[in-house]
């Protein structure tokens, strides 16, 4: 690490992590039931992996229940994203990719992980949490959108979702892991 180079972490989470044990069904796949039971409230962007917004996708606000609506309605179809620039096979249903969610921030008490050591120097998000990044009150917040001071996003997807190559925000060097339906890293 010291020689920025990539190394391979292992032991980092175990099944004491609610997002090991709420966000995963005993066969391995993603959970989806649990978010919408749980924080099916909860508004949230989806972008549309099948058409693009310049050099994004298009994006949808939508509740959690929705967009988990909307999964389980296209994996149900016979659509497949056939490539990343967004060409599918020609039927009507889209892709759904949730992306951006301050969940940490907007369930403070529900505590998916534990970060691992190797990344508790996180001073962006330490400066962040104690700073208001706008003047509601914490009364009026109640009725305002989620303050989204912080860099901890929650992202899901259907199969054959994906993202366009961009940088992160800052052009900082992310600690993200993404895994497929199958228990594979993606990325």
Not at 30 to 44: A, D, R, Y
Not at 65 to 75: A, I, Q, T
Not at 112 to 121: A, K, L, N, Q, S
Not at 167 to 175: E, I, S, T, Y
Request: one cysteine or more; hydrophobic letters at 35%; a negative charge.
């Amino acid at each position: 690490m010291e020689k920025n180079k990539p190394v391979m972490l292992t032991g980092l989470m175990d099944n004491h992590w609610k997002a090991c044990t709420d966000w995963v069904n005993p066969n391995g796949k993603p959970n989806l039931q649990f978010f919408s039971t749980h924080f099916g409230s909860s508004k949230v962007q989806v972008a549309d992996c099948d058409t693009r917004d310049f050099t994004d996708q298009k994006r949808e606000d939508m509740l959690v229940s929705d967009f988990v609506r909307l999964c389980f309605k296209y994996e149900g179809s016979a659509v497949q994203c056939s490539n990343q620039i967004g060409v599918s096979n020609g039927d009507s249903a889209s892709v759904p990719y949730l992306k951006d969610w301050h969940f940490v921030k907007e369930y403070p008490d529900y505590v998916p992980y534990i970060t691992p050591m190797f990344f508790c120097d996180d001073w962006l998000n330490l400066y962040l949490d104690n700073f208001r990044m706008n003047t509601y009150s914490d009364r009026d917040q109640q009725n305002k959108e989620i303050c989204c001071s912080d860099y901890r996003f929650v992202y899901m997807g259907v199969k054959g979702s994906w993202t366009p190559l961009h940088a992160d925000v800052f052009r900082a060097a992310p600690k993200a892991l993404q895994i497929d339906e199958d228990g594979e890293k993606i990325r």
